[in-house]
C-alpha cells in the first residue's frame, strides 16, 4: 500500500546506525542555559531515539554504533537493551574516547537550544570494521544518520553499512539529521550526504536539511523528490515543522499531513518521534497517508514532554491523540 517492499525472511526489523548519546535537558524551563542548575539525563542521539521509537512501537529493533568506555556508556547500553533492542552491533570504545553530550536549554516553547559537547565523541570512531555483514543480513530495513557521515571512520562505516544493506536486500532508509558541530565544511555536507542519500529507498529530512543536500535554499519540494527519485529513493518526506509535512512517491503520489495539537514544553525530538512512528506504519504496510498520521500525532506527544527518548509513545498514546481529534 506505500510502495515500500520489507523482506518477510529477517530476525529484526530494523538496525539504526550512528549517534549514541547523552541528553541532559534542563529542569528549569523558561530561562537561560546560563541560570539553570539542575538537568535531567536521558539517552540522546536521533538514530538512538528513533530506534528506541519504533521499538516501544513494536518493532524487533537493533543498533551499530561505539559507546565510550564510562559510566554514561554503560547507562547507553542498559537503556537500549532495556527497551528491548539488540546490542550485538554496539561496540565499547577503548580509545580514550568520551560520551557525547547534548546540553538543552529550554527558554520557551518556541525558543529551544542545544549545547553540544562532540569533541573526541565515542560514536564517530565508528570503524567498517565494526560492521558486521551477518548482522546487517538479519534486518529488514537498515536507517542511518546523516551526522556519522561528519567525520571518518564513521563516515566509512556507513558506507560500509549502506554496501551489506544493498547486497542483502534490507531497506535503507536516511534520516538527514543535520548537526553544524562536527563538520569541517559546507562542501564536505553537500558531498557526503549526496552520496548517501543517492543510495537509500526512504529519505526524510527538514526543508533545510534537504537545501544542504541539493546545495542552494528555496527549492520546491517536488523538485527535491524528483531529483532523488533519479536514483533509489522510492520515498521522499518533506518536513515543514509546524507547518507540517509533505510525502513524494515515486509513483507519483503526493500525501501531505499536518500537526496536533499539544502543549509544547520543547521543539527538538519531534523529528525523531515522527520518524519513528512513520517508519513503524511503513513496516506495517499502512498507506502513506496513515504513516504520516501516525509520525505527527508521535510527534504531538514527545513536544509535549521533558524527555526525548523516555516520551517515546506506545501505540495506545498515539492511538489515543488521533482519536480525540477524529
Sequence with gaps: MN????????????????????????????????????????????????????????????????????????FIVNYLRKEGIDTEGVITDRQGSVTGLAITEIKSPTECSILMYRDNAADLNLEPGDVDEAYVRKAKAVMISGTALARSPSREAVFRTIELAR??????????????????SRDEIYTYYRMAAAQCD???GGREEFDLLE????????????SWFAHEAKLVVVKHGGDGSIAFAKDG?????????????????????????????LMQGWSIDRCLEYGSASASIVVSSHSCSDAMPTNDKIEAVIAKQA
Design 215 to 226: 546545495g542552494a535554499e528555496g527549492t520546491e519540494d517536488f523538485a527535491t523528490a524528483k
Design 167 to 184: 547486497k542483502h536486500g534490507a531497506v535503507l532508509l536516511f534520516d538527514i539529521d543535520y548537526r553544524p558541530y562536527t563538520w569541517a
Design 3 to 74: 510502495g515500500i517492499v520489507f523482506r518477510g525472511d529477517k530476525e529484526l526489523d530494523l538496525i539504526g546506525v550512528g549517534r549514541l548519546c547523552i541528553d541532559l535537558n534542563a529542569n528549569e524551563i523558561n530561562r537561560p542555559l546560563e541560570e539553570t542548575l539542575t538537568f535531567t539525563k536521558y539517552v540522546g542521539g536521533s538514530p538512538a531515539n528513533i530506534t528506541i521509537a519504533a521499538s516501544r512501537l513494536g518493532l524487533r529493533s537493533g543498533f551499530i554504533g561505539r559507546v565510550a568506555d564510562d559510566a554514561f556508556g554503560r
Design 253 to 281: 503520489g503526493v500525501y501531505r499531513a499536518g500537526v496536533f495539537p499539544a502543549q509544547v514544553v520543547k521543539t527538538f525530538g519531534a523529528g525523531d518521534s515522527f520518524a519513528g512512528a512513520f517508519i513503524y506504519g
Design 202 to 204: 526512504v529519505i526524510l
